[in-house]
């Protein structure tokens, strides 16, 4: 099978080498605007050719679209209008509806899967990609009525070959709940690696002082804005009813600090800890 990977960075590489590390007849495609990270991703085995990206998707069985959600926008209908019969076109990107409305009405639709790994690290670019990224990940596959159900098939059994948990949801739904748990978190890791960095100047003291704890909860905040900023944008809605909600709670623990309410301040840590136990839940599940 020959498959396609446009944007080999981290997902689109991760997902090159651990298709590679089950099974390893299969040719790799590399399409990036990247010329650098073209050359790396072919120097590293994530891909064995690089082409442009019109002869790739039409050389492609698989093609996989790794690029930020804008990109993404743009190119999937592109590709439909040049993929040959029997191919696949899924792609990675972390909103789904937008995608799904662009190409609701094309004579290819049929040929495209929605799909989502809960996936990442903070790194970027091809020398990001490791082969077990996606192993034992959650994999949202959207508005799966709309695509063909043998491909369907298909793609869910490559999925399990990494291992991934397979999930469900419409496309609409998906972006509501992701701007919750993903979205919202990054945009809380940026805002507080830029409120510590206008507020601390002496970055010897930031150091010195920065704890696991202040280290795990801005990590996201070294996360690539070329690919988060359209993210945002692209889920503006979403993103802003939550983080709208976390604004009022913020809000609300400063007045409760403000007025030394140590009791409140209390029960609202005891409630939060009821993540705990929700988050154990889905582990064990």
């Known amino acids: 099978m020959n498959i396609a990977i446009v944007g080999v960075g981290l997902l689109g590489g991760s997902f090159a080498l ?13 399409v990036d605007t990247n010329e650098d990270h073209a050359r790396t991703a072919k120097k590293l085995g994530i891909v064995d050719h690089i082409m442009h990206f019109t002869q790739a998707v039409k050389a492609a069985d698989l093609i996989v679209l790794a690029t930020p ?15 040959q019969n029997g191919s696949v076109v899924i792609d990675l990107g972390s909103t789904k509806s937008t995608f799904c409305k662009t190409v609701e009405q094309h004579p290819k639709r049929a040929h495209y899967i929605a799909c989502h790994p809960i996936a990442g690290t903070e790194n ?9 990224l ?31 948990h397979i999930s469900y949801m419409n496309s609409t739904e998906h972006d509501r709940h992701i701007a919750y748990v993903s979205h919202l978190s990054h945009i809380s890791s940026f805002a507080l690696g830029l409120t510590v960095l206008d507020k601390e100047r002496d970055e010897k003291s930031i150091f010195a002082m ?4 202040f280290s795990s909860t801005v990590r996201l ?11 945002f944008s692209q889920n503006a809605g979403n993103v802003s009813e939550a983080l709208g909600a976390y604004i009022n709670l913020l809000t609300r623990f400063k007045e409760i600090i403000d007025e030394g309410q140590e009791e409140e301040s209390y029960m609202l ?15 064990k599940g």
């Open 18 to 30: 651990g298709f590679r590390s089950v099974e390893n007849d299969h040719y790799f495609i590399g």
């Open 69 to 83: 959600v804008n990109v993404i926008t743009r190119q999937l209908p592109e590709v439909l209008d040049h993929i």
């Open 124 to 132: 970027s670019g091809p020398e990001a990609a490791f082969s077990g």
């Open 134 to 164: 996606l192993k034992h990940k959650q994999m949202i596959i959207c508005d799966r009525d709309r695509s063909d159900k043998e491909l369907v098939k298909k793609m869910v059994n490559i999925f399990k070959k990494f291992d991934m």
């Open 210 to 213: 920065a704890g696991s704890g």
């Open 221 to 231: 905040a070294k996360s690539s804005p070329d690919m988060w900023a359209p993210i």
């Open 269 to 283: 840590m005891k409630k939060a800890n009821e993540i705990r136990r929700v988050l154990s839940g889905l582990e």
